[in-house]
């Protein structure tokens, strides 16, 4: 091929919460760079993975999972995951396969009724259901919308991966490479660093913590030798209550979330980290857009 012939674009990923949108742009990326967890709503702001063979160069945007807002935050949320449908040249429709088709897919079909863009159908999670049961499921997307492609996934196993990314080449526009090989990522390593410990405590914490919490980088630096960093970071929680629960008995959640993040940002940074965690409560701090904006959450940006 050609450099002329060379093809880059965008494709936004959009969805229901936990389809597993991230899961999948962590696997074509080859990289941690979206945190993954069971409860929906985790991405919040639109984060981009960027994937660089030879030939091509494709520029996913993995976007919150579109839902009824019930804070600003939510607004928010939908605001970044509607506005990316006017910037991408590909649009991929994530589905989970277990969960059926249900009134969350009916209103994200009626947004992609007004664009232009192909939309590709990617069902996810298909190692979870029978074949038969697939090709039902299909029928039943396929009367809903006039998808340009219909490919079924496993994010998690990585079936068809390569074949979604095949077609993916095929409709992109010829174009520049926008970012350089080695980079995954638009975003930067504090960014990533606070998403990886926001990750733990979701993780962690379950049921008692919900999506009430937002960590912000206080400091982050590498220390004379070189090889250590030092990162100092805070949760935000909205009440006293979850603030105890993630400092745990005698610290012990704290640790633990430490630990595990610990882990995940040397992988990241390839180096030494000294983190040191702090809990603050700022109540009712998802409906504010002071303290919304100082979390990072910035309309303007989107």
């Known amino acids: 091929m050609t450099k002329e012939e060379y093809r880059s674009g965008f494709v936004s990923i959009i969805g229901r919460p936990n389809v597993g949108k991230s899961t999948f742009l962590n696997k074509v990326v080859g990289q941690k760079i979206a945190i993954m967890s069971d409860k929906p709503q985790t991405t919040r702001n639109k984060i981009q993975g960027v994937y660089t063979e030879n030939e091509a160069q494709i520029i996913f945007i993995d976007t919150p999972g579109i839902h009824k807002p019930k804070h600003k935050l939510g607004d928010f949320m939908m605001k970044v995951a509607q506005n990316t449908l006017k910037e991408v040249d590909i649009v991929l429709f994530m589905v989970n396969v277990e969960e059926g088709f249900g009134r969350g897919d009916e209103f994200i079909i009626e947004k992609l009724k007004h664009t232009n863009t192909p939309v590709f159908l990617t ?68 960014f990533i660093v606070t998403e990886l410990i926001r990750e733990k405590v979701l993780h962690l914490t379950r049921e008692e913590v919900p999506h009430s919490i937002a960590v912000v980088m206080d400091a982050m630096e590498r220390r004379d030798d070189g090889n250590t960093v030092y990162i100092s970071a805070t949760v935000i929680v909205e009440r006293s209550s979850q603030k105890g629960i993630i400092i745990g008995k005698q610290g012990s959640m704290m640790k633990e979330i430490g630990k595990r993040a610990r882990q995940d940002i040397e992988a990241l940074l390839g180096s030494k980290v000294f983190l040191e965690l702090w809990v603050k409560v700022q109540k009712d701090w998802r409906n504010k857009m002071a303290q919304l904006r100082d979390y990072g959450f910035r309309e303007d940006e989107y």
Do not use: C
């Not at 039943?140 to 496993?154: G, M, N, Q, R, T």
């Not at 993916?168 to 970012?179: D, N, V």
């Open 123 to 190: 069902l996810n999670k298909i190692d979870q259901v029978h074949p038969d049961q697939l090709l039902a499921i299909i029928e039943e997307y396929k009367l809903k919308h006039d998808f340009a492609e219909i490919v079924p996934i496993s994010a998690l196993q990585g079936n068809n991966i390569e074949t979604l990314i095949g077609l993916i080449k095929k409709y992109l526009p010829e174009g520049p490479q926008y970012y350089p090989e080695n980079q995954v990522t638009d975003h930067p390593e504090r």
